[in-house]
Structures are given as C-alpha cells and as structure tokens.
C-alpha cells in the first residue's frame, strides 16, 4: 500500500521495516519484492532478516529461493547461524530433498557450526519425506555419536521413515527404543498400519495409546479412518466420524477425503455423494483429491457418465485436473469396457499439458487386454517407451495378458523374457497370467519351466498358478501330475482354495475314476510326509 500510494517516497530504512513486518506475517512474495529492491540499494540486512527470509521463502514452499537467500546472506560477509541452517534443512522435507539437506549439513559443520538437535530431528525428518529409513537411523546415531539425546520427535520421524519404506514391523520396533511415545508417534504408527493394510497392529497401537492416557486427536481417528478404508470396513470408518463429532473436534477436508475414499471399497457412490454435501454444509471446500477420490467411487460403481459429471465439477470448482483425475477418468472408461472414451481422455490429458505415467499407459494396455487388441497394446507399450516413461511390473502384466487374450501366445511369452531381461523383478500374478497363456496352448513343458522358474525366484505359488498348472495337466492328460502338484502345495502349507480341489475333482471325474479325490490327496500327502520324514 505505501509502496503504491501517490506522494509517498520510502526510504532504505522504512523499507527495511517493511520486510521485517510482511516477512514475520509470512508474505513471501512481498517480502521478495522488498529484499530485491533493498538489495539492488545495496542495503545492509541484520541476521536476524535473513533468517526471516529463508524461513517465508521455506514456509511458501520455494526452497531454491531460500538456498539462493543463504547464498547471499554469505555473500554479504554476515555469517548464518544454526538456526538459519536448520531452516534450509527443513525446507527440504517439503519435496524430500535429502541431498540438499545433507549439503546444508555439511556447510554447517564446514563453517565451524555444531549442530544442534533441531539440525539432527530436520535430517531424520527430511529422510523420512525421502522414504529414506537408512540414513534416518544413521543421523539417530551421528547424533548419539555428538553427545546429543535422540527425543521423541527424533524417533516419531524414524516411525515416518519406516512407514513410508513399508516396512511395519521395523516401524513399530522403534516403540522398543526406550521412548515414550506422544500422540503424533502414534499417528505416525496408525498411518504406517493403514499403507500396510493392518487392522490388527491398528488396534493394537490404538489400545497401547490409550492405556498411556493419551487423547486422539484429528490426525489419530482420520488415520484409522484409513485403516478401516484399507480393510474395506465402510461401516466402521463411518463410526469414526461419529467418535469424531462426539468429541466435539471439528472434521477437515482431509478426513472427509479418507471417508470418500473408503466408499470406494464397497461402491457406495450414494454415501459418497452424501459426505459431500456433509463436507459444503460444514463449510469445508472440497479440493482436487475429494473430486477424484469420487471418481474412484464411480468407477467402482461402474459409472462412466457419472465419472464424467465429477470431472466436469472440477473444472466448474476452478480446480485443474492433474495426473491423477485423468488416470481415474480414464480407469472409469476402462472399468466400463470402453478403451475408445479411455483413449480420448488420453487425447485429452495430453493437450492439457499433463505428463501421463505408468499407471496411465498401464490403463491403456488393460483395456486393450479386454478388447483382446494385442496389436493396440503393443503400439501403446512403444509410446510409453517413446515417451520416457518407464514401465514396471503392472505394465509388464497387462501386456502379457493382452497376448494372451488375444491369442497371441508366443509374444505373451516374449514380452516375459524381455521383462526379465531388463530385470524387473515378476511377481506370483506375473507367473501366474504366463503360465495361463501356456495352458491356452497345452504347452505342458514350458508351463513347468515357468514354474520352476517361480520356484528357483523364491515366490510361493498363489492359488491361480496352482489352477492353472491342474488346468493345463487336465487337459494334456497328466492327472497323476496334477494331483502331485496339489499335494506338494498342501504339505508345503500353501492354503488350496475349494475351487482349486474341485477342479481336480471334476478332472478325475471327466475320466471316469469316481474315487474321492480327498482320499487320493490325503494318501499323497501321507506318502510325500513320509519321503520327507526318511
């Protein structure tokens, strides 16, 4: 205002007082048009400037602004301190910037700085948002090594870490550490159960917070909110909202997101809507990730048109649709069986500027699979390639069923050996999806090699490979195979679905033996426990 306002003539010092006000507000872009202009006079900043700058650029999300500001400020001959540092750390955790972060450490102790346990909890933090455990727990212990106690913040960033890598039991071992736990180390714990999908260590966490009197917060029932979305429990997730209000904390649009998401489970596009308009009432805006988490539900519910309509909200809410809306959209068409509405959305998000990913080119590859177009899907793989984008595991399956479907086996099985040639590791349902096209041919002998295969990568065969070895041994008449196989499997301790014995049953039923297959098996069995046994 005083800048624009006619007759008035700032001076040095009056717009240094400037940036000090809009910089402790926060005004990052304000606080950048001052300093410029301040620097441009050759204006001289007092640390205490600096370090306001770096944290409003830092705050607003511009981490080169605020690296480029702690140039300057070295620059100018005033030295940062600690604090300035550990800003420029921090900042970091907003994009997962590990490498930057441990370049700020390293300028820190070059400049002859210790480093305080704010320095240490930012790098353990920063390695977190990097899905980054190792180095988190390797800071943890350089900090040790410094004579500087690990607290809870440390550890509840070390849950983060672990939890975002996957990996539960460690996440929930750091419990074991001697700490004792806050809410937000819960929270980080209840989240770490729902990427794994864990109701069970879910409750668990929540019984242990509250035999140690601590109160759920908002973070804590949106969180099992998740658990409960994870585990399909629509019911439940519900019942968490109602905890919620009786608590009398006010939901956000987060919580309300994680309710949409979890009518995706179970298709329930009518409760879906209702959240919604539960959301408006409470005078909660619904933002990108509300609209295409109801996308979701559409598609579950297999409603292309009403996933149409969702799209078209946003565009009337003023939101842009990112890759995300558009991967939905175009899962909708191909959920619904119609690979040309899936295309054309593809057509759509391209003249948008938005850059599609491996799960957009898999989508397509899916669809094509369902038209039986191997053709189609092989062209899709090469744009995907021309495109830079890499393709993994789920690529690599959708374009070997797209063979298989459309009868084209001896390339289903080539584009398996390409995928191992540039080692991407198959899964069981990879395993499974070629030994099926094997079984489309009676290729009996290359069936088995693909499952000693299997074997020899150190995957336990699903239920699917198991069909759809019996399958393939029915059909070229080895019985006695198929029966082995069952046994070998059961005494194994792989758990054989009822689907799975019938099918051998009608197998042996087909040929005229009417002996119950049951008997055959458990005297399989006994004779395998006795090979084992000698």
Same mark, same amino acid.
């Given at each position: 205002?005083?800048?624009?306002?006619?007759?008035?003539?700032?001076?040095?010092?009056?717009?240094?007082?400037?940036?000090?006000?809009?910089?402790?507000?926060?005004?990052?872009?304000?606080?950048?048009?001052?300093?410029?202009?301040?620097?441009?006079?050759?204006?001289?900043?007092?640390?205490?400037?600096?370090?306001?700058?770096?944290?409003?650029?830092?705050?607003?999300?511009?981490?080169?602004?605020?690296?480029?500001?702690?140039?300057?400020?070295?620059?100018?001959?005033?030295?940062?301190?600690?604090?300035?540092?550990?800003?420029?750390?921090?900042?970091?955790?907003?994009?997962?910037?590990?490498?930057?972060?441990?370049?700020?450490?390293?300028?820190?102790?070059?400049?002859?700085?210790?480093?305080?346990?704010?320095?240490?909890?930012?790098?353990?933090?920063?390695?977190?948002?990097?899905?980054?455990?190792?180095?988190?727990?390797?800071?943890?212990?350089?900090?040790?090594?410094?004579?500087?106690?690990?607290?809870?913040?440390?550890?509840?960033?070390?849950?983060?870490?672990?939890?975002?890598?996957?990996?539960?039991?460690?996440?929930?071992?750091?419990?074991?550490?001697?700490?004792?736990?806050?809410?937000?180390?819960?929270?980080?714990?209840?989240?770490?159960?729902?990427?794994?999908?864990?109701?069970?260590?879910?409750?668990?966490?929540?019984?242990?917070?509250?035999?140690?009197?601590?109160?759920?917060?908002?973070?804590?029932?949106?969180?099992?909110?998740?658990?409960?979305?994870?585990?399909? /429990?629509?019911?439940?997730?519900?019942?968490? @909202?109602?905890?919620?209000?009786?608590?009398?904390?006010?939901?956000?649009?987060?919580?309300?997101?994680?309710?949409?998401?979890?009518?995706?489970?179970?298709?329930?596009?009518?409760?879906?809507?209702?959240?919604?308009?539960?959301?408006?009432?409470?005078?909660?805006?619904?933002?990108?990730?509300?609209?295409?988490?109801?996308?979701?539900?559409?598609?579950?519910?297999?409603?292309?048109?009403?996933?149409?309509?969702?799209?078209?909200?946003?565009?009337?809410?003023?939101?842009?649709?990112?890759?995300?809306?558009?991967?939905?959209?175009?899962?909708?068409?191909?959920?619904?069986?119609?690979?040309?509405?899936?295309?054309?959305?593809?057509?759509?998000?391209?003249?948008?500027?938005?850059?599609?990913?491996?799960?957009?080119?898999?989508?397509?590859?899916?669809?094509?699979?369902?038209?039986?177009?191997?053709?189609?899907?092989?062209?899709? %793989?090469?744009?995907?390639?021309?495109?830079?984008?890499?393709?993994?595991? %789920?690529?690599?399956?959708?374009?070997?069923?797209?063979?298989?479907?459309?009868?084209?086996?001896?390339?289903? @099985?080539?584009?398996?050996?390409?995928?191992?040639?540039?080692?991407?590791?198959?899964?069981?349902?990879?395993?499974?999806?070629?030994?099926?096209?094997?079984?489309?041919?009676?290729?009996?002998?290359?069936?088995?090699?693909? %499952?000693? /295969?299997?074997?020899?990568?150190?995957?336990?065969?699903?239920?699917?490979?198991?069909?759809?070895?019996? /399958?393939?041994?029915?059909?070229?008449?080895?019985?006695?195979?198929?029966?082995?196989?069952?046994?070998?499997?059961?005494?194994?301790?792989?758990?054989?679905?009822?689907?799975?014995?019938?099918?051998?049953?009608?197998?042996?039923?087909?040929?005229?033996?009417?002996?119950?297959?049951?008997?055959?098996?458990?005297?399989?069995?006994?004779?395998?426990?006795?090979?084992?046994?000698?």
């Amino acid at each position: 205002w005083a800048k624009a306002a006619p007759g008035i003539e700032l001076s040095v010092e009056h717009e240094r007082i400037m940036l000090d006000v809009v910089v402790f507000h926060g005004r990052a872009v304000d606080a950048l048009e001052l300093y410029n202009s301040l620097r441009q006079s050759g204006a001289v900043l007092s640390s205490r400037t600096y370090a306001g700058l770096i944290q409003a650029c830092a705050s607003a999300g511009r981490l080169e602004k605020s690296l480029e500001i702690l140039h300057h400020m070295r620059e100018a001959g005033n030295t940062p301190n600690v604090a300035s540092y550990n800003i420029a750390i921090s900042a970091c955790a907003r994009t997962g910037d590990l490498i930057t972060a441990l370049q700020m450490f390293a300028a820190l102790q070059a400049a002859g700085l210790r480093p305080c346990s704010k320095t240490y909890n930012g790098l353990v933090h920063v390695s977190a948002k990097a899905r980054d455990p190792a180095t988190a727990e390797e800071v943890i212990r350089s900090m040790r090594a410094a004579g500087i106690a690990p607290d809870v913040y440390s550890y509840t960033s070390l849950v983060q870490a672990h939890s975002k890598a996957g990996n539960l039991a460690k996440a929930i071992g750091v419990l074991q550490s001697g700490i004792l736990p806050n809410v937000a180390t819960f929270n980080s714990l209840l989240n770490a159960c729902a990427e794994a999908g864990s109701l069970e260590k879910a409750l668990e966490v929540v019984e242990k917070m509250q035999a140690m009197g601590l109160a759920a917060d908002l973070l804590t029932y949106t969180s099992l909110i998740k658990v409960y979305s994870k585990a399909n /429990d629509l019911e439940k997730a519900l019942g968490v @909202l109602e905890a919620i209000q009786r608590d009398g904390i006010s939901p956000n649009v987060d919580t309300y997101n994680s309710l949409i998401g979890a009518c995706a489970s179970t298709a329930s596009l009518a409760e879906a809507k209702g959240l919604l308009e539960a959301m408006r009432e409470a005078g909660i805006k619904p933002d990108l990730y509300t609209y295409n988490s109801l996308i979701n539900v559409c598609t579950k519910a297999r409603s292309l048109k009403k996933a149409r309509k969702v799209f078209g909200d946003i565009q009337e809410a003023g939101l842009v649709p990112d890759v995300t809306t558009y991967n939905s959209l175009i899962n909708a068409c191909v959920k619904t069986g119609d690979l040309q509405a899936a295309e054309e959305v593809f057509l759509d998000m391209q003249e948008a500027g938005v850059q599609a990913d491996h799960f957009t080119y898999t989508s397509l590859i899916g669809a094509c699979a369902a038209q039986r177009d191997s053709l189609r899907a092989e062209q899709i %793989f090469f744009n995907m390639h021309v495109a830079g984008v890499e393709p993994n595991e %789920f690529t690599y399956n959708s374009f070997i069923h797209a063979c298989a479907e459309a009868g084209d086996f001896a390339r289903a @099985l080539e584009v398996f050996e390409h995928m191992q040639q540039v080692r991407i590791k198959a899964s069981d349902v990879t395993y499974a999806i070629v030994i099926n096209a094997c079984g489309k041919t009676n290729d009996a002998v290359k069936a088995e090699e693909v %499952f000693v /295969d299997m074997q020899k990568a150190g995957l336990q065969p699903n239920d699917d490979v198991c069909k759809g070895m019996i /399958d393939l041994y029915a059909e070229t008449g080895n019985l006695a195979k198929a029966e082995t196989l069952l046994c070998d499997m059961q005494i194994a301790g792989f758990r054989v679905s009822e689907s799975t014995h019938n099918l051998l049953i009608n197998a042996w039923a087909k040929e005229g033996d009417h002996v119950s297959t049951n008997d055959r098996l458990q005297t399989g069995m006994k004779r395998t426990a006795w090979k084992i046994a000698s």
